[in-house]
């Protein structure tokens, strides 16, 4: 069985997650920045849902690069020893120092987690050596990474992301992210990653007015979980015979 994790933002997404019955959720806030570290309260409502996945926490101080100053650790460490104590199955980061793992956060991160999973994000897309990196995170007490095979989307990357699954051979878990939509889930599957991620996300219309962030120029809603794009995405595992 091929495992379905799903990004996820807000309560809609958290409802969602836990209705259709997702393998695992990486929880975040600001999708659309390529994710941020959640709130406390999105945190508490989601380890505290009903019958929801298992929740792993997305721990990253700011949007941009993946250079971190040794202020911004610290705030990576503390978020990681939040989110452990609040009930998160695990946590998501990531670090790039010279092209190469920052092995200092992340050995400082597994410390932090204490026993709970980590997952080391796209980052992994940026490394010089991705051979070199796994081998690295393996050592380091990584359980998976999530990575498209590339540095654009898992569309334009199968190749690389066959050859990772492959170097990796089962040690930890490749999950396939970047782009993932229902009628990519054939090909992944044919490829043999063990786990998928998606944020499945669409817009939903705003009716106001105002204008709020640098970011929001031109915007004319907001992002949300696409709970018809989730059913899409089980439905194509089913039929590719990765989900019962």
């Known amino acids: 069985m091929i495992a379905f994790e ?6 809609h997404g958290l409802h969602v997650a836990t209705r259709l019955r997702v393998d695992r959720v990486e929880l975040c806030s600001a999708l659309a920045l390529g994710g941020v570290t959640p709130s406390f309260g999105l945190l508490d409502a989601a380890v505290s849902t009903p019958g929801a996945p298992p929740m792993h926490v997305l721990v990253r101080p700011r949007p941009g690069d993946f250079g971190y100053a040794p202020d911004e650790l610290a705030i990576i460490v503390r978020d990681v020893r939040h989110a452990v104590a609040a009930g998160a199955a695990g ?4 670090g790039v120092r010279d092209g190469q793992v920052d092995t200092d956060l992340v050995e400082r991160v597994i410390d932090a987690a204490g026993g709970a999973s980590v997952t080391f994000h796209r980052a ?9 990196a796994i081998e690295t995170l393996l050592g380091l007490g990584v ?6 095979g590339g540095p654009t989307t898992v569309g334009d990357s199968l190749p690389g992301l066959a050859h990772l699954v492959a170097v990796a051979g089962g040690r930890l878990e490749v999950m396939a992210g970047g782009g993932v939509r229902a009628d990519l889930i054939e090909p992944l599957v044919r490829l043999g990653v063990p786990a998928v991620h998606a944020s499945a996300k669409h817009t939903v219309p705003d009716a106001a007015a105002l204008t709020l962030g640098t970011a929001a120029q031109g915007e004319s ?3 949300t979980t696409d709970e018809h794009e989730v059913e899409r995405i089980h439905a194509a595992l089913r039929a590719a015979g990765a989900r019962p």
Do not use: H, M, S, Y
């Open 6 to 11: 799903l990004a996820v933002q807000d309560a």
């Open 91 to 94: 946590v998501v980061v990531g």
């Open 124 to 132: 992994f897309d940026l490394l010089a050596d991705p051979e070199k």
């Open 143 to 148: 359980r998976r990474i999530l990575t498209a």
């Open 221 to 223: 809603g907001r992002e």
